[in-house]
């Protein structure tokens, strides 16, 4: 057969519209299902991290008290980027300081007096953490001990605070933070049914 028998089908590289519209088709599917997952990974992550910094910073304030022979308080205030816990001595009630030993908390976090609103998981019990906690601001004294700290007397308590955070999809994360009054910091996390670590 001879070259000018042959016809030749020439294809233009590339692709065609079908293809890239099936691509795009997949793409936002996956992009649909992945995106809230990755959300309630990032809510999650922020979650554990204010927690871990609450944790690391009531810490930080049993060490300086037994460091500075001084009852401490750890103290809570809302800012304009988000809630703040800082560090200072009991009887100072002024507000937080560049200087003032402090974490953020994270913006999406709100502090929870308890978590009495709807859908909000139940308060730890006595039964669970072994005291019943206070969710006043919390002092260590000298001893590094955790106490209510009122008018120059310090009283050993336990202590508990809950957290809640925002988030686009899906139910809220919870988180609480526990001082026994023995002075052991444990984090808490909500997992729909139950306060594990």
Not at 3 to 19: I, V
Not at 84 to 103: I, N, W
Request: aromatic share 8%; glycine share 10%.
């Amino acid at each position: 057969m001879s070259k000018e028998g042959r016809s030749f089908t020439r294809r233009h590289p590339g692709f065609s519209l079908l293809e890239l519209l099936v691509v795009v088709l997949i793409m936002i599917v996956l992009g649909v299902i992945a995106i809230p997952n990755m959300v309630t990974v990032i809510s999650d992550a922020r979650l554990r991290g204010g927690a871990t910094n609450l944790s690391g910073l009531l810490q930080n304030s049993r060490m300086l008290a037994v460091k500075e022979t001084r009852t401490k308080t750890t103290r809570f205030a809302v800012m304009s980027n988000g809630p703040v816990a800082y560090v200072k001595d009991a009887p100072d009630s002024t507000g937080v300081a560049p200087t003032d030993p402090q974490v953020q908390l994270g913006t999406p976090l709100s502090k929870m007096t308890p978590p009495l609103e709807t859908g909000a998981p139940p308060q730890l019990t006595s039964g669970v953490l072994g005291f019943t906690g206070q969710t006043c601001n919390p002092s260590f004294n000298t001893s590094g001990l955790p106490c209510s700290y009122s008018g120059g007397n310090c009283t050993n308590a336990g202590f508990v605070y809950y957290f809640k955070d925002r988030r686009p999809f899906g139910k809220s994360g919870w988180a609480a933070v526990s001082v026994s009054p023995a002075g052991r910091i444990k984090r808490w996390f909500w997992n729909g049914s139950v306060w594990a670590n």
